[in-house]
Structure formats: C-alpha cells, structure tokens
C-alpha cells in the first residue's frame, strides 16, 4: 500500500524559508512522477514542482528561483526547499506520486496522480 506522509509545514514571515519533507513508502515500480501541490482557501489545487524518475524537473512560475524540489532516493523521501517565501504562498501543501512517465508539461498538472499525502499547512505573514 502507498503511502505519503508530509511534514516540514510551518507559520514563517515573509522572506523566510522552509524545507517540507514527504517520506513515500509502499512502491515498488522504476517509474514515477512525483510531486508538490498547494491549495489555498477558495482557489483550485495547483502543482508547484514535480520531478520524475527520467530527472524531468517542472516550476511553477510562481515559484521558480524561489523552490527547489530534490528527493533522497536512498531514504524514498521527496523534498521542497522554499526560499524568499511570500504571504501569497501561504496555502496547504501536498504531495502526491503517480507511477508512470508524464510528458514534462503534465507534471504540475494535479489530475492523474494517485496518490496523496494528507498536507501540511504553510503560513507567511507579512
């Protein structure tokens, strides 16, 4: 059974920093897309950074420069470094994982992966 548990969530001021964490256990196969997602009060869920097994790596605009998404492969655990955090990335975070191959424009797109973790909330005050 797969399984994704997020942590690393936390209440910072803006220009502060955080690093999430999403240990995935549970799978076997070589391929795999994985993923961060957020979700903010009143608005859709939307991808943030996704990574796959072939070393695609997409950015959301919002968050280029500022987020860096990297795994342990060794310790199956998925990372988002976020940087110069602003108040408008305050939403919940989640990660999510798909095991097949995903053309790099489809990554951050949210339909599709089937598996999630429970999120983890992100706060930043101005």
């Known amino acids: 059974q797969v399984q994704l548990v997020e942590s690393g969530g936390g209440s910072v001021q803006a220009g502060g920093s955080l690093r999430l964490s999403c240990a995935v256990s549970g799978y076997t196969s070589s391929y795999y897309c994985m993923g961060w997602f957020r979700q903010a009060p009143g608005k859709e869920r939307e991808g943030v950074a996704a990574i796959d097994s072939g070393g695609k790596i997409a950015y959301a605009g919002s968050v280029k420069g500022r987020f860096t998404i990297f795994q342990d492969n060794a310790k199956n655990t998925l990372f988002l470094e976020m940087n110069s955090l602003k108040v408008e990335d305050t939403a919940m975070y989640y990660c999510?994982?798909?095991?097949?191959?995903?053309?790099?424009?489809?990554?951050?797109?949210?339909?599709?992966?089937?598996?999630w973790g429970q999120g983890t909330q992100v706060t930043v005050s101005s």
């Open positions: 999510a994982a798909e095991f097949s191959v995903r053309s790099w424009w489809a990554l951050l797109l949210p339909s599709g992966y089937d598996y």
